[in-house]
């Protein structure tokens, strides 16, 4: 059967029976748009395919959660802010414990540096970013 032509409905509705061939056009249809929003929260490419594929994995898994009530790319884009988030939160906890490690051993450019720029010192821009609100953190430190 041929999927591209179909409307959404009868599209998810093939979903919902596990036929892959709907699920891959599915999949064809929203792709892009979760790539770009995952990309948008996690700026790496890799990160962002990670958490587009778990999303896609998510949102097949539980269509029968979706009421139908807005649009089915919406309640899709949901599921991959979500996920995004989720692996910005578990990169941001391995990146601090690898931080801690490297803040025990400067490197001779660290040194250079911090003797070059010394109103750039990082002590005092970790200090500047811890004083404001998570969420700009974050976009400051994705930035």
Known sequence: MNFK???????????????QKAQMELYQRYHKNTYHAAYGIL???DD???????AFITAFQHL??????????????????????????????????????????????????????PELHPATLENALNQIHERYQLVLKLY
């Open 48 to 54: 962002a395919m990670v958490a587009m594929q778990e």
């Open 64 to 117: 029968d959660q979706y009421s139908g009530v807005g649009s089915f790319g919406g309640w899709l884009r949901k599921i991959v802010v979500r996920k995004s988030i989720e692996t910005y939160h578990q990169n941001k906890k391995l990146i601090h414990n690898d931080q801690l490690e490297n803040k025990l051993d400067f490197s001779e450019t660290q040194k250079e540096f911090e003797t070059s720029f």
């Open 5 to 19: 032509e179909q409307h959404i409905d009868e599209l998810l509705h093939a979903c919902k029976k596990q036929d």
């Open 43 to 45: 700026k790496n490419r």
